[in-house]
């Protein structure tokens, strides 16, 4: 590998792993969103 | 603060961000001269020591937030415990993931096993220990609590990671922050590194804190719903 070859590895680790990351909080608030949306219906049904 | 001018901070903190991110990149990559031995290469530490000083910051606001629930008692101290504990552990799997990357064409090694390099892996495995421990014990409080003692002992790494390129012999670079190493012209590229990725931390602590809010929410619900 040359220089440049390594340079663009390391900076594609720290974008995508910072991506992932916010992705993850970000899919996880929206699971728990539609989960509190669910638990307060049925809170107000019963 | 209601929900209203949090988001607005939020958009704030995510447009003054998208700027500083777009500036370090900039400075980083076209800006910064091009370094006389590595050549190009030695554009990974602008990102690689970013990504380390702001792993330590995390686990220093992981220590405070440690310190502050032991004496209050207050469980917002311990969902910033637990979400500078786990931006910490993607900063510096950022860390030692680009540092061998770097090492490999330099030392002609990915990796080897010097007091800087050991006692910084040894601090992200404390830290992934640290995130193991919290799901294994159901009791918030008990969890919080022997989280919050488990997280005050592991930072006793940190200033041992900071301090052992100057106490004992290493391959790893100088420090060049306080010896002034940095050539003046590499300088606003660096600084600009490290200001954009201490917002981003101050940017993922909100949202981390702000989901495992909605996560206790979540448990409120279920318990009143039976």
Not at chain 2, 5 to 10: F, M, P, V
Not at chain 2, 111 to 123: A, K, N, Q
Not at chain 2, 150 to 174: N, T
Not at chain 2, 184 to 196: K, L
Request: glycine residues 4%.
């Amino acid at each position: 590998m040359n220089t440049m070859a390594y340079l663009f590895t390391a900076n594609a680790v720290i974008w995508i792993v910072l991506a992932l990351f916010l992705l993850r909080i970000h899919a996880g608030e929206r699971k728990l969103r539609e989960e509190i949306d669910r638990l307060r219906r049925q809170i107000d049904r019963t | 603060m209601n929900k209203r001018t949090t988001a607005r901070l939020d958009m704030v903190l995510w447009g003054v961000l998208g700027l500083a991110m777009i500036a370090a990149l900039y400075l980083a990559f076209v800006d910064a001269p091009r370094e006389r031995t590595m050549g190009d290469l030695q554009r990974i530490f602008y990102f690689h020591v970013a990504a380390a000083i702001t792993g330590m910051t995390a686990f220093g606001v992981n220590f405070a937030a440690g310190v502050a629930y032991v004496a209050r008692r207050d469980r917002k101290w311990d969902r910033l415990a637990l979400a500078a504990a786990e931006t910490g552990v993607v900063f510096f799997a950022i860390v030692l993931i680009t540092g061998p990357i770097w090492a490999k064409p330099v030392w002609m090694v990915w990796w080897t096993w010097s007091p800087r390099l050991t006692l910084s892996l040894v601090l992200c495995l404390l830290y992934i220990a640290y995130l193991l421990i919290r799901r294994y014990i159901e009791d918030p409080d008990r969890r919080a609590m022997i989280a919050a003692v488990f997280g005050i002992v592991a930072f006793v790494d940190a200033p041992l990671v900071w301090f052992s390129i100057r106490w004992w012999r290493d391959i790893h670079p100088a420090p060049m922050l306080e010896s002034g190493g940095i050539d003046p012209a590499m300088r606003p590229a660096f600084w600009a590194c490290v200001a954009s990725f201490e917002l981003l931390l101050v940017y993922l602590l909100r949202r981390r804190c702000a989901l495992e809010s909605m996560r206790e929410e979540m448990e409120r619900l279920e318990r009143l719903a039976g």
